[in-house]
């Protein structure tokens, strides 16, 4: 005669322990994986000055994944002609306290003529706690082999990003 336990077969409790297992590694990983990290506000404009280019009030827009941020750029010069996807070298510098901390890149989209010129997202370094402001950096574009120099007439508003 066969018995029938109430135990359940060692392969049966292999599988429902080894389930149990990843299921608990899973919790784990999902419990120590970075978390976005916040940046406030996330966009901000500044009045820049670029001399014989022209200048106006530009839109900053960042975003931050633990001590990696970017920043894109809409300005208000308008493009002399058609320019290529990523043909634009650019810095934006900004102002750390003291120090500065440089965002950049060669990304752009495709410009056509007279439409906003366009930069980023441009990459740079943060720590917890900074606060840049571009009011009292510049943001150097490199267009045709031209620099064009654009210099803040202002901080931005509505106020410096902070990072988290």
Same mark, same amino acid.
């Given at each position: 005669?066969?018995?029938?336990?109430?135990?359940? +077969? !060692?392969?049966?409790? %292999?599988?429902?322990?080894? !389930?149990?297992? &990843?299921?608990?590694? =899973?919790?784990?990983?999902?419990? %120590?994986?970075?978390?976005?990290? =916040?940046?406030?506000?996330?966009?901000?404009?500044?009045?820049?000055?670029?001399?014989?280019?022209?200048?106006? &009030?530009?839109?900053?827009?960042?975003?931050?994944?633990?001590?990696?941020?970017?920043?894109?750029?809409?300005?208000?010069?308008? =493009?002399?002609?058609?320019?290529?996807?990523?043909?634009?070298? +650019?810095?934006?510098?900004?102002?750390?306290?003291?120090?500065?901390?440089?965002?950049?890149?060669?990304?752009?989209?495709?410009?056509?003529?007279?439409?906003?010129?366009?930069?980023?997202?441009?990459?740079?370094?943060? &720590? +917890?706690?900074?606060?840049?402001?571009?009011?009292?950096?510049?943001?150097?574009?490199?267009?045709?082999?031209?620099? !064009?120099?654009?210099?803040?007439?202002?901080?931005?508003?509505?106020?410096? %990003? !902070?990072?988290?």
């Amino acid at each position: 005669m066969i018995s029938k336990s109430a135990r359940p +077969s !060692v392969r049966r409790r %292999f599988g429902i322990g080894a !389930v149990l297992a &990843a299921g608990s590694l =899973a919790a784990a990983g999902l419990a %120590f994986a970075p978390a976005a990290a =916040a940046v406030a506000p996330t966009t901000a404009t500044v009045t820049f000055n670029c001399g014989l280019y022209g200048g106006g &009030a530009a839109t900053l827009t960042t975003e931050q994944t633990g001590t990696s941020a970017t920043i894109t750029v809409t300005s208000a010069i308008a =493009a002399p002609l058609p320019l290529a996807a990523d043909s634009i070298s +650019s810095t934006l510098t900004m102002t750390k306290g003291t120090s500065t901390t440089a965002f950049t890149g060669t990304r752009n989209p495709a410009i056509a003529t007279g439409a906003p010129v366009i930069v980023g997202p441009l990459t740079g370094t943060v &720590a +917890s706690g900074d606060s840049l402001d571009a009011g009292g950096g510049s943001l150097v574009m490199v267009i045709f082999g031209i620099n !064009v120099t654009c210099t803040p007439t202002g901080n931005q508003s509505p106020g410096p %990003f !902070v990072y988290e």
